[in-house]
């Protein structure tokens, strides 16, 4: 059984920045990909990004490409979220997922087995 604990999140202003972290027990941490998720009141969750278990590969939503940078520390079993020049669009409870790795990281939630509880992230303008 894999745990996930999101740390990170809190009330910051427009344009800071903020850094999410995910620790992860149980399970090979280095098997997993890992994604970040978010999901604002009244909306669907939304995919932000993924790493793959060696951190080769990174993948991105369009809404936040050039502003977040996923990262991940297999000596920590820690993935990082560093989230620049937030918006009050970032505002969400964010959410990390980890799946065994395979040839293609996946965007889709359904494709991710364990999850953390949330951060929430919200930013005022």
């Known amino acids: 059984q894999v745990q996930l604990v999101e740390s990170g999140g809190g009330l910051v202003e427009a344009g800071v920045s903020l850094r999410l972290s995910c620790a992860a027990s149980?399970?090979?941490?280095?098997?997993?990909?890992i994604a970040w998720f978010r999901q604002a009141p009244g909306k669907e969750r939304e995919f932000v990004a993924a790493?793959?278990?060696?951190?080769?590969?990174?993948i991105y939503g369009d809404s936040v490409k050039r502003r977040f940078t996923i990262s991940r520390d297999n000596a920590k079993n820690t993935v990082y979220l560093q989230m620049n020049s937030l918006k009050p669009g970032d505002t969400a409870v964010y959410y990390c997922?980890?799946?065994?790795?395979?040839?293609?990281?996946?965007?889709?939630?359904?494709?991710?087995?364990?999850w953390g509880q949330g951060t929430q992230v919200t930013v005022s303008s």
């Open positions: 790493v793959s278990r060696s951190g080769g590969l990174t």
């Open positions: 149980g399970g090979t941490f280095s098997s997993f990909d």
């Open positions: 997922a980890v799946r065994s790795s395979t040839v293609v990281v996946s965007r889709s939630p359904y494709m991710y087995d364990y």
